[in-house]
Every structure is written in C-alpha cells, then in structure tokens.
C-alpha cells in the first residue's frame, strides 16, 4: 500500500499547462521544427511561462511549489478523493516559483539539461518516512507494522509535517548532508507521535489477514 501527497498531481498538472499551453506550435509543423520553435518561443519568454524548458528548470518549479502549498497525503486506496484544493493558489505558488526558477536558474545557459537527463523530484518525507516507520511502530507495545498501518502512520505523520522536496540530477541531490539530518530528526519526532496514535486506533480488521 502506498503513500503520495496528491497536491504534487495538482502542481504536476499546472506545471504542464504553464509549458505546454499558449506557446504550443502548430500541429501542421514538421517536429524537428515545432521542438526547435517552441524552445526559440519559451527563451525568448519572461514571467509569464516557462523561459527555459528544460527538466532541471520544470521540476524545480515544482519541487519549489510544493514546499510553498499544504500537504495532502493520502493512501493509494483514496487517491483522487483528497481534500479540496484551491487552484487560484497553485497557480499563485506555480507561477511565483516560475519567476524565481527564472531569473536564477541553476544551470548556465550554455549547459541546458537535455530531455534523456535522469531528472527526479524527490519527496523526502516520502523517502525518508518510508524507512522510519516500520521501526518506530515495532518500539510500541501495541505497533502492528502491516502494511496498512505503516501507510498510515506515513501518511498521518506527513499531514503534520511541513513539505521536503527537492530535485535529483543523475544521482546526484543537491543539499548538505547537515540539513538532511535537521530533516530526520524532525520528520522522526512527527512520526514517533504519528505511530502511537496509529497503534492505538489501528484501521485493520484482524492483524493475522493484512
């Protein structure tokens, strides 16, 4: 069972529109030149939608966006049904992290990051939540460590805990290895109160059939 925070489909969506929308080319255009035009179209844009239309650049702004917006994690057996989202805000946040995606992108101009670039947002309460709770419910008299209850804890304790995304490049994250820590040592207080309300409301029938 798992765990996603559905505000990041809502921003993923956005996100897509602001690239793909006003400057798409024309369908009549052979691709070679509709990709060459649309590259030209979007460099030569500021502010309103996306100046560079690399994956570096697109998946910054949603990393970017998302630790501004609140969460909604759910469990995959309510994906779709999260609570109600307000769009006039995700276009707020999408575009003002456009803006600064924009005007400070993290690669030089000469060094665009191609489309077969590995490029990955990373949610770290995901990634790091994932690996705690299951050792957390286990310290618990009453933990049961299925996989319903890991999911709930997960996504119990994420509700709680401020937004941590951020963008990984062939491997390779950007982020000192200090403020990774800060992030585990937070993100596990959270969980630790997450797991004892779980373990004592626990949401499966019968611990010998999950």
Not at 72 to 84: E, I, K, M, P, W
Request: hydrophobic share 40%; net charge positive.
């Amino acid at each position: 069972m798992k765990v996603k925070n559905e505000m990041e489909t809502v921003v993923r969506a956005e996100v897509a529109r602001l690239k793909q929308g006003r400057y798409a080319a024309p369908s009549w255009l052979p691709r070679s030149l509709a990709e060459g035009s649309l590259r030209w179209l979007t460099g030569m844009t500021r502010g309103g939608n996306f100046a560079c239309g690399c994956p570096h650049c697109a998946a910054d702004v949603l990393a970017l966006s998302l630790c501004r917006l609140p969460v909604r994690y759910c469990l995959s057996l309510h994906y779709g049904v999260g609570g109600r989202v307000e769009a006039a805000k995700v276009r707020q946040q999408v575009r003002d992290a456009l803006r600064r995606v924009d005007s400070r992108p993290r690669h030089a101009a000469r060094d665009l990051v191609s489309e077969g670039s590995e490029i990955r947002l990373v949610d770290f309460g995901i990634r790091e939540g994932a690996l705690m709770v299951g050792p957390l419910l286990q310290r618990l008299e009453e933990g049961c460590t299925c996989s319903r209850c890991r999911a709930d804890t997960l996504a119990f304790g994420l509700n709680r805990f401020p937004p941590r995304y951020g963008v990984e490049v062939q491997g390779r994250l950007r982020m000192p290895p200090h403020e990774m820590e800060f992030i585990r040592h937070d993100l596990r207080t959270v969980l630790w109160k997450a797991a004892g309300t779980i373990a004592a409301n626990p949401r499966h029938r019968d611990r010998g059939n999950v």
